[in-house]
């Protein structure tokens, strides 16, 4: 059996003609850019997300970048953020110009630990940018709660969590911005990038609105640098169509993930620790292994898709050697790297797809 990380040929099939006449409307309208669809999907992305303003960006990136830029955060700024997540969350922190300050994650989530933060708050500090990993919300109060306190702007790095909860809150609802990602490996992925920034600050929506378009109002006039962080007319419209299926997809996902725990469960494999708080929508399923890379290796010879997310922390990355992090640093995120494997969670696998996974992880000798 074949079993890839994620199908996205299944999950096409299903919208295959709904995809092509929304496509095909685009082209026949040749609106490429912005355009009622883009309006469109802002309006119900911010409602499902219990947003009040939504902006359309050019992709998951774009929209922490924009959030930043239109924050006013840039030189000599300091943003606090965990080294356990995808390489943008801090790259654009740094293309902002402002300096990543890392805190270790909470191993049982995977999400930044709320506890660490305050210590390391200074006069420097703008922001703290929690990261919503693998489909599982941070723990927002705490973290709120020390944003309040020293006025800081908090930039929720959503790509992963649509629709999640905490609390009963939405992912990108609590901070100031919420980010979120189109990428087609998304749970809500487009047919190629693009992204959304919400917010709930009329002031800043009329910013980020701006610096999507290299802070151009009126048109010609820029009191702001901004960039080109527009989204496609094409990706919104294919998003529109994917859009009503994101519930039904989630819950698969949680299906999935359920039938998993209950295989795994009492044995060798740690599986995903979903706080009672939170709703997960499973973007990633991982588990926790000790022998994980002989584990990875015979996944990969049953032809059964994995991936290691994340294999080097953040802050142990080549390119912010100059930050001084060494190893030992962050030691639950570092011990967390060398444990974790993606295991398919995707809403179109079938029981028969899910024990040949499990049966393949068992079958790993000394287990
Ligand atoms: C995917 C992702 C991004 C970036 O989104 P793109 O649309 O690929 O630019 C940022 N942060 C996290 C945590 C992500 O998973």
Known sequence: MQIPLLDLKAQYATIKEEMLTAVSEVLESQRCIGGPRVSELEEKIAAISDSRFAVGVSSGTDAILNSLMSLGIGDGDEVITTPFTFFATVGCIVRAGAKPVFVDIEPKTFNINPELIEP????????IMPVHLFGQMADMDPIMEIAN???LAVIEDAAQSITSTYKGRKAGSIGATGCFSFFPSKNLGGIGDGGMIVTNDEQLYGRLFIMRNHGSKPKYYHKHIGGNFRLD??????????LPHLDEWSEGRRRNAAYYDKEFEGTFVQTPYVSPECVSVYNQYCIRVPNRDEVLAH?????????????????LQEC????????????QAEKAAKEVIALPVYPELTDEMKDYVVDAVFEVEGN
């Open 149 to 151: 306190k020293y006025n």
């Open 320 to 331: 912010f050697r100059s930050l001084g992090y060494k190893e030992g640093d962050c030691r």
């Open 299 to 315: 996944l990969r010879e049953k032809n059964i898709g994995c991936e290691i997310y994340y294999p080097v922390p953040l802050h």
């Open 120 to 127: 390391v708050v200074t006069e420097k500090t703008k922001a």
């Open 233 to 242: 007319a094409i990706q919104a419209a294919a998003l529109l169509v994917k």
